[in-house]
């Protein structure tokens, strides 16, 4: 039986089954085309014990991704700002300083820590990916090449490192053991120490229909609830959390040793109560999910259906993870999206996992000039629009899958 990877209790209700996927990242070259490719489940569960909402584990990570596994992140200037502001916001909050020690879990190539180094706040990010680690060490960010838990947290103990500040943004839901995670945060954390977190938040996922988020790289879904939970087990207390626009939706959460500061905040409370009341605590708000899901395949099918008998032509836009998702789940190849393309040279002539459907530049649009372009990575939709603006000019039109499928005007 399948336990819960937050509690431990048997994991028996669906939220989503979206079928069995390729992994998400798995792009292929023209001459591995003809090989055989490996699905996952794409099953995800809630607990009906602490409603996390997670996949089952089915292989190690380490046997899914093999050595490229870290977890993913992504940036942009966008991503860089947000970053900057931060930085600014808890420096001046918590009041850190030169004799301060600032750790990022998950810190990539030094994107957010090389901020607190410019102001002279000691730092220490921790990465899994050898190469990406490297980066950050030549902008001077020091980095420790490991995958984060007990075991990272305790050999950094035993050298006399600790965090006053502990930061993970967009890690929680890569992490498989989830126990040993939050348990190492706990060990590394100085007894007056501040751990802050970013994760998207479940509760966009379900009213904005963003079933396409599931993937096998992200094993946890979180509701500020089911999050609560694990950092009170292991004894942290978050006592305050704002609500933050990235990922379409996401929760910054901030926690401390449980009885070092009484009170939780006000926007704890209110973030609680409004939670029970969307029943986040019951069954059924996850089971109805399903039935959301299927509806959203049908809807995009019969529009594909009829605009190729219509004659027109589909092309996408971008190759996000969740676009992978979604065209696998509704069984969309290049019978239906002649090609899609996106603007990273490392998926341009490349075919996309489990669809086979081939990855161009963006000037392919231009000189296709389809009728429609399906907008995968809707979270930048605004960005895509303004870029591709021209399609217009011959009459072509986006279409948006999420939260359903609409043809923007
Ligand atoms: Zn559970």
Not at 16 to 41: H, T
Not at 305 to 323: L, Q, T
Not at 355 to 376: G, N, Q, S
Request: hydrophobic fraction near 40%; glycine fraction near 8%.
């Amino acid at each position: 039986m399948k336990a819960c990877r937050s509690c431990g209790a048997a994991l028996a209700h669906t939220f989503a089954d979206l079928g069995m996927s390729p992994i998400s990242n798995a792009f292929l070259k023209a001459d591995q085309l003809n090989r055989m490719e490996p699905f996952y489940p794409l099953h995800a569960y809630v607990c009906g014990a602490c409603f996390l909402v997670q996949l089952e584990e089915f292989e190690s990570p380490q046997q899914i991704f093999g050595d490229n596994y870290a977890y993913f992140s992504s940036y942009s200037d966008s991503w860089l700002d947000h970053a900057r502001h931060y930085t600014e916001q808890v420096t001046a909050r918590f009041g850190l300083g030169a004799k301060s020690q600032v750790i990022e879990i998950a810190s990539n190539d030094g994107y957010l820590l090389q901020y607190f180094k410019q102001k002279g706040v000691p730092v220490l990010g921790i990465e899994p990916a050898k190469n990406v680690a490297e980066a950050a060490v030549a902008k001077g960010v020091p980095t420790l090449t490991k995958f984060f838990g007990v075991a990272t947290a305790t050999e950094l103990v035993a050298k006399g490192t600790r965090a006053d500040l502990l930061l993970g943004n967009n890690v929680l839901a890569h992490v498989p053991d989830l126990n040993d995670f939050v348990a190492g945060m706990k060990a590394i954390l100085k007894p007056a120490g501040v751990l802050t977190m970013e994760f998207p938040h479940l509760q966009h996922l379900i009213e904005e229909n963003q079933f396409d988020t599931i993937y096998h790289e992200h094993f946890s879904y979180f509701s500020f609830l089911a999050a609560q939970r694990v950092f009170t087990r292991h004894g942290l207390q978050l006592f305050d959390v704002q609500e933050i626009p990235t990922h379409g939706g996401s929760l910054r959460i901030y926690g401390r040793h449980a009885g070092q500061g009484g009170e939780q905040g006000d926007r704890v409370k209110d973030l609680v109560a409004r939670e029970r009341r969307l029943k986040f605590e019951d069954l059924e708000t996850y089971r109805k999910f399903s039935g959301q899901v299927q509806e959203t395949k049908r809807q995009l099918l019969e529009f594909l259906i009829a605009a190729r008998r219509a004659g027109k032509r589909v092309v996408g836009y971008g190759a996000p993870a969740k676009g992978n998702t979604l065209l696998n789940y509704c069984g969309i190849r290049s019978d239906f999206i002649d090609f899609t393309v996106d603007r990273s040279p490392h998926k341009q002539n490349t075919f996309l996992p489990g669809t086979h459907i081939p990855v161009y530049a963006p000037e392919r649009i231009d000189e296709v000039k389809p009728e429609y372009v399906l907008i995968l990575p809707w979270n930048i939709r605004d960005e895509i629009v303004k870029q591709m603006a021209h399609i217009r000019s011959w009459g072509g039109k986006f279409v948006v899958p999420i939260p359903k499928v609409k043809v923007l005007d």
